[in-house]
């Protein structure tokens, strides 16, 4: 196994760098760039103004060496600065980053429970009333989008009910961390409703395929209970699936929470990223990129070692 890692670690880096590169690539040939969104577009501006601006903020250099100064400045530790603001871009990420943590791990806990305990009782409880409720409740989770959940929760618990707030984070009445619990309910509900829906439909799947496996009936004619049978020898079974998906949505909801950040104006790095790519800013907007890239290289190491660890019978390449 150690042998797999290593080599999975090296093979991480060059993967990074393509993959970080065709990001910037596909930015730069986008329409536009940070001097024309600065610009005020009803006064006419001198060219030579434009250019000198260009070549203040070295978006006069060529492709390649441009990518160079960045990634290597990433290298060192460095991120640069915004294009728009010229703060240090690691100052922003820090303030951001906890507020998306927060969001993210609640919404991926609640998710990875309750998923997997519903498409468990669902396959348990396959073809009767129980599971059809279950399958068109997660249909209509996966099928309405994010936002309209959002502004649907936003008009029953805030504006009607008054029981949540609008929006925001930590806002300056506030005297402790623990203050803004109530700001953090509805959004982080509102996220993990598309990812409850898709583990339960997951872990159905995947607990039906584990029940009709031959192991379970050689389990069953043993006499052992039927509870014991369906947990600790499907579960276990059906659970590897399932950790794979709960472990590629960790990465996805750093850059995925976009949307539900934007309804309920959380301070995170989605809000960042919208932000960062209407301003053309594109050192910020490849810091998040390669955060989120990297992110997802390590999960999907991890989720082939804990894969291994759950199920005896997947052996890693190396061993």
Known sequence: MLTYIIRRVLIIVPMAIGISFLIYLALDLSPGDAVTRMLNPVQTVDPERIEELRRALGLDAPLLVRYWIWFSGVLQGNFGRT????????????????????????????????????????????????????????????????FFFGLVAIVIFALN????????????????????????????????????????RYARAAMLDALSREFI?????????????????????ALT???????????????????????????????????????KDLPTVMTIALLSVVLVLVVSLVIDILTAIIDPRVRLGGD
């Open 83 to 146: 294009l728009t603001g010229g703060v240090p871009i690691s100052r922003i990420l820090m303030e951001r980053l906890p507020a998306t943590l927060e969001l993210s791990t609640i919404a991926l806990v609640l998710s990875s429970i309750f998923g997997a305990i519903l498409g468990t009782i669902s396959a348990l409880r396959r073809g009767t009333t129980t599971d059809n409720v279950l399958t068109v409740a997660g249909m209509i989770g996966v099928s309405i989008p994010e």
């Open 217 to 237: 009936k050689t389990a069953r004619s043993k006499g052992l209970p039927e509870w014991r049978v369906n947990l600790l020898h499907g579960f276990r079974v």
């Open 241 to 279: 699936p399932v950790v794979v998906l709960i472990g590629f949505r960790l990465p996805i909801l750093i850059g995925g929470s976009v949307i539900v950040e934007q309804v309920f104006q959380w301070p995170g790095l989605g809000n960042l990223f919208v932000l960062s790519v209407r301003n």
């Open 161 to 200: 009910l008054q029981w949540l707030p609008v929006g925001g984070r930590l806002l300056p009445s506030y005297d402790s961390y623990w203050d803004h619990i109530p700001n953090l309910i509805m959004p982080s509900l509102v996220l993990s409703i598309m990812m409850t829906a898709g583990v339960m």
